[in-house]
């Protein structure tokens, strides 16, 4: 089972601030790699997939790079709504695993 | 807009049996891969199983192998999760999920999720 680490486990920032969420991997996941956004009491919202691809009507503040073992999600300036956990997940390999999750904090 | 309703979640005894459901609708169900994911309480998700357009193949992380079955009527529009043998750590809010058309494996919708409560 390929086991996705993601630090911090929680990011303190003001509005306007740029956050930078990582992600690694046990193992190589090429560049199978997505990232969801929750917010409380709201399912996951798809962000990212394949490392670096927005998903449909995702702001352009929202991006993501890294390929093999290290993947980082930045958000460039953060907007009142983007306060949230985000959790990164592999589909390379059965079983599909999500990393623990980054809780991204105002400050 | 692509919705998913899930029900069949509540409260049960360890060792008991709930069937889970979904309903899809505002999108062709039957050309999508198809997945339930789980989120104990406080705590991370966790993806439980998923199943292809035409239901010829289902993949299940282990802990739930040989308990629970996935499945779908794509006449109905439906996705189901029968759960057997619970077990207090299956407590959870279980997801249905859409498998984008990139690939499977990749959730692009979501419904709101239904509490499943395993308890004595």
């Keep these: ?91 390379y390999n059965w079983p599909l695993t999500f990393g623990g999750g980054t809780k991204v904090e105002i400050k | 807009e692509v919705q998913l309703v899930e029900s069949g979640g509540g409260l049960v005894q360890p060792g008991g049996s709930l069937r889970l459901s979904c309903a899809a609708s505002e999108f062709t169900f039957s050309s999508y891969w198809m997945s339930w994911v789980r989120q104990a309480p406080g705590k991370g998700l966790e993806w439980v199983a998923n199943i292809k357009q035409d239901g010829s193949a289902k993949y299940y992380v282990d802990s739930v192998k040989g308990r629970f079955t996935i499945s779908r009527d794509n006449a109905e529009n439906s996705l189901y999760l029968q759960m057997n043998s ?6 959870a809010v279980y997801y249905c999920a859409r498998g984008s058309a990139v690939a499977g494996t990749i959730f692009d919708f979501w419904g709101q999720g239904t509490l499943v409560t395993v308890s004595s």
Excluded: M
Excluded at chain 1, 64 to 69: D, E, Q
């Design chain 1, 1 to 91: 089972e390929i086991v996705l680490t993601q630090s911090p486990a929680t990011l303190s920032l003001s509005p306007g601030e740029r956050a930078t969420l990582s992600c690694r991997a046990s193992q190589s996941v090429s560049n199978y790699l997505a990232w969801y956004q929750q917010k409380p009491g709201q399912a996951p919202r798809l962000l990212i997939y394949d490392a670096s691809s927005r998903a449909t009507g995702i702001p352009a503040r929202f991006s993501g790079s890294g390929s093999g073992t290290d993947f980082t999600l930045t958000i460039s300036s953060l907007e009142p709504e983007d306060f949230a956990v985000f959790y990164c997940q592999q589909r």
């Design chain 2, 86 to 91: 619970l077990r207090v750590e299956d407590t």
